[in-house]
């Protein structure tokens, strides 16, 4: 495929034309043959995982403050389109609470009626939250039991009525995990769940093809300390069809900087400082695979690992930002992404992409909150520097966010200089 030439724009022309050629071979060089109906419902969860021709994203449809605001059916096949043409034929959802999750299926089941050929599926998420969650009478050791089988029930509805969609239950997000202190269970009350799924199946009652996890972060999945290390976490390993976890970098920036900040060299460039930041920070997440691959080995388990999440905020006011660690912009963002999905298509290995729009709703301190930026497209549908090739060769001509509004453009009027003073070095010790 022809290089695009970006050399006029005065930044070093190895480090984009890595990000251009990455772009383009991961998704302009695919052909994402047309299936038939027959070939898609042969279609699994285990033909698509590690799977490179079935990219993976997360994904929320919200375009305001409050989740009280749904998406509408034409909002999510608008942004289903867009995700398409880039490449993506996988969503992760999260929680059944709202209508989001089964209006996105109906959304995905309306486009497929119009066009038999068209492909997405979807990882189903459900949430999972422990007594008197969100209250200061939490009770870790015990599931919410009327929420969270309302969720059970609705993820199983759903899976049998969309079975060409719906590839994977998730059972839980981050439900495990310690840091999520408003919520967390111990792993039996997820293995109960994981259980009756599995069950489900073999009496046939769900596909026989559907996969079963909860996605978690990696400590959760026993790569980290040995509080996790329970009993009901090996028989919950052995339970799933696949461990789907979480890595963050980004977030450890600051929480863990040892891998971030490193001795000053006066004589590297800032994007020679960035580079090399960004190639420690997938080295970091490639290791916190690895603890979990490694604690699989103790227990003498062969299970598929995925990551279920992991990304790159573009904004923060906080602890990432100007007076932080320096890590959140397009530029750095745009460098994970290449690097995580190139590490995860050579080893074969889905990674989960977070995510594909940035939500407003999910930090109410503000618009620059981090946990609001992390998307590839900023919420009116501008296409973030990491996606800038894919707009160069018109992969998103006639496509827009809403009806009748701007096509997808380029952040910073797609103007790099201006991404580049965004973008600072990483803090450095002497």
Not at 131 to 138: F, I, L, P, S, V
Not at 164 to 192: F, R, S, T
Request: glycine residues 6%; aromatic residues 12%; charged residues 20%.
């Amino acid at each position: 495929m022809k290089q695009l030439d970006y050399s006029f724009l005065g930044i070093r022309q190895s480090i984009y034309s890595m990000l251009i050629c990455f772009i383009c071979f991961a998704f302009l060089s695919c052909d994402y043959p047309q299936k038939s109906p027959k070939e898609k419902a042969a279609i699994n969860a285990e033909s698509i995982l590690g799977n490179p021709s079935y990219p993976a994203i997360s994904y929320g449809g919200y375009r305001g403050t409050s989740r009280d605001i749904q998406p509408t059916l034409v909002q999510l096949q608008n942004d289903i389109k867009i995700l398409h043409a880039m490449g993506i034929r996988v969503l992760r959802t999260y929680d059944l609470q709202f209508d989001h999750s089964p209006n996105l299926l109906k959304a995905i089941d309306a486009l497929q009626k119009e066009d038999p050929s068209f492909e997405m599926y979807v990882i189903l998420g459900s949430w999972i939250d422990c007594k008197g969650a969100w209250t200061d009478q939490r009770d870790h050791s015990v599931g919410a039991i009327e929420n969270n089988t309302l969720e059970m029930e609705k993820a199983v509805r759903l899976a049998n009525q969309y079975p060409h969609i719906v590839k994977v239950i998730a059972v839980g997000n981050e439900a495990m995990v310690h840091w999520q202190e408003a919520y967390y269970v111990k792993p039996d009350v997820i293995l109960k769940w994981v259980n009756h799924l599995q069950g489900l199946k073999k009496k046939g009652k769900l596909p026989t093809d559907l996969w079963i996890t909860s996605s978690d972060n990696f400590a959760s999945w026993g790569g980290g300390d040995d509080s996790y290390h329970l009993d009901a976490l090996t028989q919950l390993i052995k339970a799933v069809d696949y461990l789907s976890i979480h890595t963050y970098p980004f977030h450890d920036t600051h929480y863990n900087e040892d891998f971030w900040v490193t001795k000053n060299n006066e004589n590297a460039s800032k994007e020679e400082s960035i580079e090399a930041a960004m190639i420690r920070a997938v080295a970091y997440a490639i290791g916190q695979y690895n603890a979990v691959k490694n604690h699989l080995a103790t227990l003498g388990v062969d299970k598929p690992i995925h990551i279920g999440e992991s990304g790159w905020s573009t904004a923060s006011e906080g602890f990432y930002g100007d007076n932080g660690s320096h890590a959140a912009d397009e530029y750095k963002q745009a460098l994970y992404y290449q690097k995580i999905q190139e590490w995860s298509k050579q080893n074969n290995i889905t990674t989960v992409y977070f995510s594909a729009f940035d939500e407003q709703w999910k930090d109410p301190n503000g618009p620059l909150a981090s946990e609001n930026n992390f998307g590839l497209f900023t919420i009116d549908g501008k296409a973030k520097y990491a996606l800038w090739p894919l707009v160069d060769k018109g992969v998103f001509k006639g496509l827009s966010r809403e009806e009748n509004g701007p096509q997808i453009n380029k952040t910073f009027e797609g103007n790099l200089q201006k991404v580049l003073a965004k973008s600072k070095a990483p803090k450095t010790k002497a």
